[in-house]
């Protein structure tokens, strides 16, 4: 029963995230997002990211009406090829991103997965229960010892 309530806290404290859609108007510092670029996003920034980098993933560190900076923690690949980074400071250009997205906590999919894992690990449980107890010695007959 420990492992249960360990495997559930560590679902809720670690969670299950998902990018949203949203405008590029307002960002403000600390949001996650990740920023789809154009092709000609991919050529303008391929000499401080990348050759064929699709996105860039990171927490915004300032935005304004035309550009906004962000302490990227990963980029992706045309080819989906995902590098992590450690926050390092990159300023994108507004026209050269064709989509962004907000990475927000889904409280939906928290609950499906921990609900699973939670039926999972009682199913388990249950068909490994009293497995390496031990068993009753086999006793020859008429002697109480073991054979």
Same mark, same amino acid.
Request: charged content about 20%; some cysteine.
């Given at each position: 029963?420990?492992? &249960?309530?360990?495997?559930?806290?560590?679902?809720? @404290?670690?969670?299950?995230?998902?990018?949203?859609?949203?405008?590029?108007?307002?960002?403000?510092?600390?949001?996650?997002?990740?920023?789809?670029?154009?092709?000609?996003?991919?050529?303008?920034?391929? %000499?401080?990211?990348?050759?064929?980098?699709?996105?860039?993933?990171? %927490?915004?560190?300032?935005?304004?009406?035309?550009?906004?900076?962000?302490?990227?923690?990963?980029?992706?690949?045309?080819?989906?090829?995902?590098?992590?980074?450690?926050?390092?400071?990159?300023?994108?250009? %507004?026209?050269?991103? @064709?989509?962004?997205?907000? %990475?927000?906590?889904? &409280?939906?999919?928290?609950?499906?997965?921990?609900?699973?894992?939670?039926?999972?690990?009682?199913?388990? @449980?249950?068909?490994?229960?009293?497995?390496?107890?031990?068993? @009753?010695?086999?006793?020859?007959?008429?002697?109480?010892?073991?054979?």
């Amino acid at each position: 029963m420990r492992v &249960i309530i360990v495997l559930i806290g560590a679902v809720f @404290t670690s969670g299950c995230y998902a990018y949203l859609p949203r405008t590029q108007a307002g960002l403000e510092p600390g949001i996650r997002v990740s920023a789809s670029l154009s092709d000609s996003g991919m050529l303008s920034l391929e %000499r401080y990211v990348g050759p064929n980098v699709a996105a860039v993933e990171g %927490r915004v560190l300032r935005a304004s009406d035309s550009e906004f900076s962000l302490a990227v923690l990963n980029v992706r690949q045309v080819n989906g090829v995902e590098a992590g980074w450690r926050g390092e400071q990159l300023t994108v250009s %507004r026209g050269l991103v @064709t989509r962004l997205e907000e %990475r927000k906590f889904s &409280i939906g999919r928290t609950i499906m997965f921990t609900g699973a894992l939670t039926v999972g690990s009682i199913v388990l @449980t249950r068909m490994f229960e009293g497995l390496g107890s031990g068993s @009753t010695p086999i006793v020859a007959p008429g002697t109480g010892t073991p054979r």
